[in-house]
């Protein structure tokens, strides 16, 4: 019912090349991919450079075009990464939570233990939204697609009379996944101190009493 409650700033790009099969490709893509993780890490997208990206992952620098069309295409293939990490946790099929609430506060926990791992690269996804049109689109995007999964779980705790059925189900995803994310960016990377587990709590009271969740 509940997978991530919080409106991320990542979005997905796609490479127009195939994974490689072998090996030796795979280990060199992944290779590559981590590098460009440490330097847009580092530098920021701005700043970084290919050059720098293949000489971290060990490799020639005509070599990241085997993989590669350009800097875009291996922030995209970061962000995936990332993506994968932050936004699929799987709470319920893990924790075997079924108490609506007790889960929404399970997804936030993941969730910012999630960002706060990946602060920095939060950061520059940032940045890129600022100055990049195509990867504003994905997030946007993406940020869609999960709002309409939150929208999914708001309806269905209104359809077992657990939410208030007066709410509409997708300005009010729309409205608390964005808190969330908003939250952890401020937290995690503008350092506003606010204790972890204070968040959480707070986070999960807000979702819960928004949307008048009765506790088991």
């Keep these: 019912m509940i997978g991530v409650v919080s409106e991320t700033v990542a979005g997905q790009g796609e490479t127009g090349r195939p ?10 893509r992944t290779a590559l991919v981590a590098a460009a993780r440490e330097v847009f890490e580092r530098d920021g997208y701005l700043e970084a450079k290919i ?7 060990g490799v020639a620098a005509g070599t990241f075009y ?7 295409e291996i922030f995209a293939a970061v962000v995936e990464q990332v993506q994968e990490e932050m936004l699929h946790p799987h709470v319920r099929e893990r924790s075997g939570i ?15 233990l999630s960002y706060k791992r990946n602060a920095r690269l939060m950061a520059v996804f940032e940045q890129v939204a600022q100055v990049d049109e195509n990867f504003r689109r994905l997030r946007i995007a ?15 705790l209104q359809r077992s009379g657990r939410a208030a059925a007066d709410l509409d189900p997708t300005i009010t ?11 952890a960016y401020l937290v995690f ?28």
């Design 19 to 28: 994974a490689p099969r072998t090996r030796r490709g795979i280990r060199t």
């Design 51 to 57: 050059s720098d990206i293949s000489a971290a992952a």
């Design 98 to 112: 079924t108490d609506p609430c007790a889960l929404i506060e399970a997804a936030h926990r993941e969730y910012l």
């Design 189 to 216: 990377v503008l350092d506003q101190r606010i204790p972890f587990e204070k968040l959480v709590e707070t986070l999960t009271a807000l979702w819960v009493n928004a949307l008048r969740i009765e506790p088991d």
């Design 66 to 72: 085997t993989y590669f069309d350009g800097k875009d």
């Design 173 to 183: 995803a729309h409205a608390l996944s964005a808190m969330v994310s908003r939250m």
């Design 142 to 156: 993406r940020s869609r697609a999960f709002v309409q999964r939150n929208a999914r779980m708001i309806r269905a």
